[in-house]
């Protein structure tokens, strides 16, 4: 194979390769492995020379100024090209659905024969199959050989093919997948893919253009999706959800629960199932550490929520509120002053119900891409069902901060408040179903819309701190001091988060300048939190200082 390749590397340098074709032993080497004739032997190699030499596609004309061919000539060899594109040796090197010129265009040779011809090597020879993941990987990795032109749409069905035939039929997953078509195995394959990745999701149209290059086959097979004609759809392994428009970025295609359990729980029980968050931050409860201090009653109401949450309850509050016909999730609300414990509270139920939290910060799913962010709340809801079938527990979906989502929608015509109508709608239509422990954090109430409040099961108000809760939050802060400094700096109005920010500031210049306790500067950093508070509630209005 080592003399193949340094053979063609130096063909394109023969000024008299056409005249001695017939005696070239590269073409004639390629023409028995190949199956090809005389003439389509020769442009493959020249082809395949150019490809070698640069590394990439090379515009067919180029043999016309390299071996100074006649316009005839040039013409007779580019329809052999083209037939070599149809016999799927070749791809052309475009993008999908931009037109190139026909008459001088760029081809690639396919990954596959390029593989075998000069590394002799054949991919296949290291996929397990006996094993689904390896499978759906080897299916996957031809997808997007195909959908980088590397590989002909022609010689794509013929690998996948040659994988399906390979693959061993005793296996579960065999069983399962072998009584349908091979596009109806191709699309499982694929949605296989996106699980593993932490992906359960894809839109309509992108997933019809992964399969199909051509704009009338992608309507067709639109078509047999919306219509669920495919016995994947009839036998619950695949689902279609379609919001405003079946085409959009919104509509999704993915494995059902029943399919994840028949194609891949059941493979390994005792495999361990790594989940792996995209569109959420995912905190393990055993990485939260902070101490929380509460009023009593808003204590009184998160203890109730932590017992509802509670491994020795949330299973049989869950049965039976679905067989009263009732909505099941626990979806709660906690609202009020900024620095409260809004958040803390939600992973302090975390930590004692032992839940992984799976955080959403509303800015991070927002794009300035049409639909994008639509879709990325959906995805968001599909992360939290995988999660649901992986972790131990049943993790809580945190919405931190999520003031704008739930704030009353507007009849609007530009293009981000529609995009935020969508989003608020598709969180509602989620929360009427949902199946699991949902909280939201807002310091904004009165502006929530009246369809979210219907949802909310719980709402918690959180209070500024009283004086004896701020004495209990000075204390974990500052444990050093005395007992008198904390009831002084116990009677100044400041929420759980100015005391942790007047705490580090004053720590950090101890720290850096070496000095002995100053209740003056403690006083200092507390009027600049409660001035900071002052001037933002009043446009901009300074208070004096602190007696």
Known sequence: MQSLYSKLLILKDDEDFFKNSKRNSVIKQLQKELNLTLEESTIFSIIMSYQLNSNYASEFSKIKDDFKLENEAYLKYLHTAYKLEKKGLITLAEKRRRRTSKINPEFNIDDMIFNKLILGFDYLD????????????????LLDKKNENKLSEYRFYDEVQRVFDKVDKNQEFVKIINKYTTHEQLIICHLICRYI???????ASDFAETFFDNLSERARFLESLLKEELEIFQDKLVQLEVRSNFFDSSSNIELTPKAIALLLQSKDKTKKQEFKAQFTKHIKFNTLKK???????????????????????????IKDLKKANLPSGIVSIFYGFPGTGKTASVYEIAKLTKRDVLQVDISSIQSKWVGE???????????????CEILKSKPILLFNEADALISKRLDVTDTVGQMNNTMQNILLEEL?????IFMATTNLIDNMDDAFSR???????????????????????LPELEDKIYEKLSIYDLSGGQIENVSRKYLINKILNQKEFDYKEILEYIEEELEFKKSDENGGTKMGFLS
């Open 455 to 477: 949802r909310f099961l719980n709402k918690i108000k959180f209070d500024r701190p009283t004086a004896k809760t701020r004495t209990y939050i000075w204390k974990s802060k």
């Open 373 to 387: 962010s639509e879709k990325n709340t959906k995805a968001i809801f599909d992360e939290y069902k995988r999660a």
């Open 197 to 203: 990745d932490g992906n359960n999701y894809d839109g």
């Open 126 to 141: 290291e996929v397990d199959f006996s094993d689904i993941y390896s499978v759906a990987n080897v299916i996957e990795d």
């Open 291 to 317: 101490e929380i201090f509460l009023d009593e009653r808003i204590a009184k109401d998160i203890n109730q929520l932590k017992n509802v949450c509670s491994a020795k309850n949330f299973n049989k509050i």
């Open 432 to 436: 009427e179903n949902f199946d699991g």
